[in-house]
């Protein structure tokens, strides 16, 4: 499908007679018409967004679906740009939310970011006077994994493992299922509300989470219900899935890492799934984010 070329000057903004006959055409049944006007309101650059967010409201469905395909196109490009930047700015200790919210805008432009960030607020409220810092590992632990397992139902998704939707912070919440990067940063966006001592672990093929002291460090498997595993069952894995053990493994991923891991994920999903456009930008944000 056509898209608006960026190193072509964009068209002026037609006249509301104009206007008018685009919209028109915009409904009409034959695809090639339809490609046609689709391209050249494209052409008019995200200024179009302004007399075409009326005719979502429209009582024809056909022409309903087709603005806000438009409009929502617009939406992700400036999402895309505004997320590449964040990526070329930022170093190893971004603030890891703040990019997970302007990823999933990349698919999802329109989402309402500051309720999902009070829906995380919640989550860290109803725990608040169950938890402190002082607590046992342990106890924190089953505390924490009570509301966000039991009482919430998150579940990893063995079913549907490389759904690009598992990736998404946003569709995460919805869904309250992920896979194990997005499972463990629920827990982690949890954690830091509480000023606990949780970081998140990269092994090869799986996330995990560390809640260490002082005196203890204790491995957490938010994909799989908030199993607590020890640094030897680590080891276990590691050797059970062809991998040599490295002390390196087990060190903290920055923030950045982890973001870099997000988009390294969907984009060998995309890849797969044959979607070239989106799987292109995602390359994009991987090599933004190795630089």
């Not at 008019?44 to 929502?72: K, M, N």
């Not at 060998?268 to 994009?284: D, F, P, S, V, W």
Request: one cysteine or more; glycine letters at 6%.
């Amino acid at each position: 499908m056509a898209t608006e070329n960026p190193s072509q000057p964009l068209l002026p903004v037609p006249s509301e007679r104009e206007r008018v006959a685009l919209v028109t055409l915009l409904a009409d049944e034959d695809p090639a018409v339809y490609r046609t006007i689709r391209a050249r309101i494209l052409a008019c650059g995200p200024a179009a967004r302004d007399w075409l967010r009326g005719y979502r409201l429209s009582d024809d469905p056909r022409l309903r679906r087709r603005v806000t395909e438009i409009v929502e196109h617009f939406g992700r490009r400036e999402a895309e740009n505004r997320f590449l930047s964040f990526c070329l700015r930022h170093g190893e200790d971004l603030d890891l939310e703040e990019g997970c919210w302007l990823l999933a805008r990349t698919r999802y432009p329109e989402i309402n970011v500051a309720a999902y960030r009070a829906l995380l607020d919640a989550f860290a409220d109803t725990l608040r006077e169950k938890v402190s810092v002082s607590d046992e590992p342990q106890q924190v632990i089953a505390t924490i994994n009570e509301l966000i397992f039991g009482q919430l139902r998150f579940v990893g998704d063995e079913t549907n493992y490389y759904d690009p939707e598992n990736s998404y912070l946003n569709r995460v919440l919805d869904r309250r299922t992920g896979n194990p990067l997005m499972m463990c940063t629920v827990y982690l966006g949890v954690a830091r509300r509480l000023c606990l001592p949780i970081a998140g672990i990269g092994l090869p093929g799986h996330f995990l989470c560390r809640y260490q002291t002082a005196v203890r460090e204790v491995y957490i498997d938010a994909f799989g219900g908030g199993r607590i595993l020890t640094k030897a069952d680590c080891v276990k894995y590691l050797q059970q899935t062809g991998y040599e053990f490295h002390e390196a493994f087990l060190v903290p991923a920055s923030p950045r890492r982890m973001l870099l891991r997000m988009c390294s994920n969907l984009h060998q999903i995309y890849t797969r799934l044959n979607e070239k456009e989106i799987a292109a930008a995602m390359h994009g944000y991987v090599l933004a984010l190795t630089k």
